[in-house]
């Protein structure tokens, strides 16, 4: 079984359509304010286990920091693994990310990269691990998925598409 990443944007149109879905389908009676707060709080939550979306650039984080922020206001750590930019710690602050539960690791290699965010996963003391890295093979993907569930861990993977690397290349 192959599996494609979704963009990110999709994906969290697709939560906003189904949260949209059951407010309207609601009988009780509820405000505008009351479906904003539900979005809110469903912004706040990602499943454990790995999730892969395709890599849309330096706006990857902006659907995610509601999540992150609350991960860190239950001193969870949230983890990036190689990240490809530089992260602007100051509009972090400013969205609710707290500082001292937010970790960087750098790593080149794919090999570096897997085991990074495995380890992460596995320590129970992680909210969220987001990495960026090329489409996973079969059994690393199980094998971040195994730790995931094991360590009761999100895992958001930034997936690099082939075609993005090529127009890259070709740029440089």
Known sequence: MSFKPQPLASLMQGLRQILSSISMN???????????????TALQVWPVGVSEVAASGDQELGSLLPFLASMTRKRKWVVLVAPPYAMPMPYLIR???DSSRFMVVRAKSQEGKTWAVQQALRSRDCGAVLFWSM??????????????????????????????????????
């Open 95 to 97: 969205a609710g990310i």
């Open 135 to 172: 489409p996973l093979e079969s059994r690393q993907r199980l094998r971040l998925e195994a730790a995931a569930v094991e360590g009761e861990t999100s895992c958001i993977g930034f997936i690099e598409s082939f075609n993005q690397l090529i127009h890259i290349n070709k740029a440089a």
């Open 26 to 40: 609601n009988t009780s009676q509820h405000n505008d304010s009351n479906n904003i707060h539900s979005l809110q």
